[in-house]
């Protein structure tokens, strides 16, 4: 009766609801932190739209042949967009080959095998690799991932930049990020369901492949897409040991120059920025942008398809 007569306001069950200026000042924050990704994100599209529109007025441009193209050639007026978009792909793809199988495992054996104090001292070493520069990785692909390639299967076959070795190197980059987040949801699996699968007989191999693994297919389906979307995003990679030229080729032994390769080798040059080819690489920015947003849409989708709810 004394909080009521105060004015203290009530919640729906009659009890005091507290004034807390921390809970308040960090709710403001995570608010005010919304606020601005989302006019950020904004911000980015108007930008991106603003310059891309510029590129597709131009005359002998339009979007069907920007988006069908086979040849990517600005001297002639060429900009068909498929050998940077097959090329991103090919190295994407040979990223997941190496970072799905390697971090689905580091996964499994962190979640469901390693040790308190193993997996302590395990989890930094492994995500140590994310803190490398990703120029680092560049140079290891030209330097040591590419002599290997080529003495493998023959100098005449492997060219000096390909997309194979950045697409590998590429997948040691995002092994960490798919090893940590199928591990969290792996670990966030209820411990009653392993208990269940133990007292029917199952083996400890038995029990993460099979019931774990399932009950946990949706965290695991999102860490993969969000590989893929640090993939198709990754530059410094590309632009060293991909190669420098647009090439239309799905051979992952020759050269190739990805999307974000060439943004990164027409932004650095001595480029007009009224130019038609310094205009392109926006349109080719905005192309980037709706590709990862789809991934995360399909991300989204999946997680709501396949969550388990646990009570």
Known sequence: ???????????????????????????ALLFISGVFSIFTTIGIVYELG????????TPNVDLWSFLSGTQWQPHIDKFGILPLFTSTLITSLFAMLIAAPLGMGA??????????????????????????????????ALTFMTPLLRTIFG?????????????????????PMIASMAEDALSAVPNALREAAYGLGGTKLEVALKVVVPAAISGIAAAFIVGISRAIGETMIVAVAAGAGP????????????????????????LSYDS??????????????FVTLTLNLISQQVVRRFREVYE
């Open 155 to 175: 100098r005449d076959v492997v060219e000096i930049y390909n997309t194979a070795s950045a697409g590998l190197v590429m997948g040691i980059l995002i092994l």
């Open 107 to 140: 996964a499994i054996y962190l979640s469901e095998y390693a040790s308190e104090k193993v997996r302590g001292f395990l989890k930094p070493i492994l995500e140590i690799l994310a803190g490398i520069p990703t120029i680092v990785y560049g140079y290891f």
């Open 247 to 270: 090439n239309f080729t799905f051979n992952p032994f020759k050269g190739a120059e990805t999307m974000t390769g060439h943004i990164v080798r027409i932004s650095g040059g001595d």
């Open 276 to 289: 038609i080819d310094y205009n392109s690489i926006f349109a080719i920015g905005l192309m980037l942008f």
């Open 1 to 27: 009766m004394e909080q009521i007569a105060l004015g203290y306001p009530k919640s729906r069950n009659g009890l005091k609801r507290r004034f807390r200026v921390g809970e308040n000042a960090i709710l």
């Open 50 to 57: 603003k310059e891309a529109l510029l590129f597709f007025r």
